[in-house]
């Protein structure tokens, strides 16, 4: 895939390799709830897009999930970390990953929405090739343009009540998942993904500034491996940062 920018991709790339030679490091996962990270930043524009999410008790068995993958993670081996936790169900393994990894671009996004505003991002874009328009089937069936905060706005919101949906994501135990349920996490994890592809493409420059480098990369390249692993997200829709993936995956085949 050819960016037009191509000094600052592979500025990007370099510093991409430069911190994955060193140690890894990992957000943290809440061991005590699955909690939905508050907005660092205190002008968030929108309550909706940072609210809290929905907890998981101590004892249940996502509970014990977060806490396998928490000490798989901290080995630093993230192939290994992703696989399926023998005699697990694999519906249920995809949920708390999911659920994870709303969390963590939460957190991320909430770093730069000083700089990502309706001026300086009238369109949902991951550089001059690709843009997204939005729409969710229910509340807007018809894609519509809109600025990039509007729509990772109507984004986390759109994820956040499927999150929130027992019928779709059960916390309880004995409750089955919906037959369409891996459907739902692919497009749910498909979304997710534009949300990494735009922050590299239009807002690398102030991660960087901001030191929030390596744990941007940590949090993507964990996210690929974990999709990858699963075939969870077409090939297509991870075009925009193709050749990232590439670079960063080649070491770990």
């Known amino acids: 895939m050819k960016i037009r920018k191509r000094g600052k991709y592979l500025t990007l790339i370099l510093c991409l390799l430069r911190d994955f030679s060193a140690p890894f490091f990992f957000p943290p996962l809440s061991t005590s709830s699955l909690t939905v990270s508050s907005p660092i930043c205190s002008g968030s524009r929108s309550s909706k897009t940072f609210k809290p999410k929905k907890n998981i008790p101590e004892g249940s068995h996502q509970y014990e999930l977060l806490k396998h993958a928490e000490a798989t993670l901290g080995s630093g081996n993230l192939r290994m970390a992703v696989m399926l936790p023998e ?60 600025s990039a905060p ?78 990858q692993e699963f075939n969870l997200i077409d090939r297509r829709e991870l075009a925009p940062l193709q050749e990232l993936i590439e670079k960063l995956t080649s070491k770990d085949r």
């Not at 249920?92 to 996004?109: G, K, P, R, S």
């Not at 692919?186 to 030191?211: E, M």
């Open 87 to 146: 005699g697990e169900d694999l519906n249920e393994w995809v949920a708390v990953n999911t659920v994870d990894f709303f969390n963590q671009i939460n957190m991320l996004y909430g770093t730069i929405t000083d700089f990502c505003t309706e001026e300086s991002c009238p369109v949902m874009s991951a550089g001059p090739k690709y843009e997204y328009h939005w729409a969710d089937g229910t509340n807007i069936k018809k894609p519509i343009k809109c």
């Open 150 to 227: 509007k729509y990772i706005d109507y984004l986390m919101t759109w994820v956040q009540d499927q999150l929130d949906d027992e019928t779709l994501f059960p916390s309880k135990i004995g409750v089955p998942f919906p037959k369409n349920f891996m459907s739902v996490a692919k497009t749910i994890l498909k979304r997710l993904f534009r949300v990494y592809a735009h922050i590299y493409h239009q807002h690398f420059d102030p991660v960087i500034q901001l030191q929030e480098e390596a744990h941007l990369n940590t949090s993507f390249k964990h996210f690929i491996f974990f999709v």
